[in-house]
């Protein structure tokens, strides 16, 4: 199966920081989207930040100038620098994996959650 490596969740003060990992190292395919989502209590899972296949970088407006979002030169892993905590940031993020084997369908691989508290 593939997995996903995430780390870096835990408590953090508002205010403060985290910094989220993910690694792939089972994908030996191309990675073509490598990005975070957050699922909060009660709420749907929704994006934080992606890097797409084109490269580009999409940020939820909530996160904009507050988080950062890279993906690692080996292509297999993706960061996400979390800076200037609020607690509506609070909540289970779950990496994301997007690729295309050649002759087949995209596939979608999810993280299994890390959580991020933010105190006050």
């Known amino acids: 199966q593939v997995q996903l490596v995430e780390s870096g969740g835990g408590v953090a003060q508002a205010g403060g920081s985290l910094t989220l990992s993910c690694e792939a190292p089972g994908i030996l395919f191309e990675i073509s989207e490598m990005g975070w989502y957050r699922q909060g209590d009660g709420e749907e899972r929704e994006l934080v930040a992606i890097?797409?296949?084109?490269?580009?970088?999409e940020y939820d407006d909530s996160v904009k100038g507050r988080f950062t979002i890279s993906r690692g030169n080996h292509r297999n892993a993706v960061n996400l620098q979390m800076n200037n905590l609020i607690p509506e940031d609070a909540g289970i993020y779950y990496c994301?994996?997007?690729?295309?084997?050649?002759?087949?369908?995209?596939?979608?691989?999810w993280g299994q959650g890390t959580e991020v508290t933010v105190s006050t």
């Open positions: 994301y994996v997007n690729f295309a084997p050649a002759g087949w369908d995209d596939v979608e691989v």
């Open positions: 890097v797409t296949a084109g490269g580009g970088i």
